[in-house]
Nanobody, 128 residues
Framework: QVQLVESGGGLVQAGGSLRLSCAAS????????MGWFRQAPGKQREFVAT????????YYANAVKGRFTISRDNAKNTVYLQMNSLNPEDTAVYYCAVGLGVSRTVSAVQSVGGYDYWGQGTQVTVSS
């Protein structure tokens, strides 16, 4: 079992920044990738960013590229999402996820099905 706890969400004005954290615990010795997804009201959960736990290679959704940065601290089993230049379209519940075992393809790490465990989510609200 793996537990993921997100933190750092909140209310921010457009143009502002937030930093999300996700701490993992439990049976995480075979972590392959950790990712961030978001879900706005009435919409499907969508990919935001992912990072390879072994290589540190990141990958971003086009909507956040250049504004968001994903990073990891292997010693703390924590992944971060630095979000800059936020706009109201970024408002959503942000979820952290972990994939275990073999490395995923680029396509797989962009999909909900490419991950094994999920956090409870943290709300990010951007006001205009």
């Amino acid at each position: 079992q793996v537990q993921l706890v997100e933190s750092g969400g909140g209310l921010v004005q457009a143009g502002g920044s937030l930093r999300l954290s996700c701490a993992a615990s439990g049976s995480i010795f075979s972590t392959s990738a950790m990712g961030w997804f978001r879900q706005a009201p009435g919409k499907q959960r969508e990919f935001v960013a992912t990072i390879s736990w072994r290589s540190g290679l990141p990958y971003y959704a086009n909507a956040v590229k250049g504004r968001f940065t994903i990073s990891r601290d292997n010693a703390k089993n924590t992944v971060y999402l630095q979000m800059n230049s936020l706009n109201p379209e970024d408002t959503a519940v942000y979820y952290c996820a972990v994939g275990l075992g073999v490395s995923r393809t680029v396509s797989a790490v962009q999909s909900v099905g490419g991950y094994d465990y999920w956090g409870q989510g943290t709300q990010v609200t951007v006001s205009s």
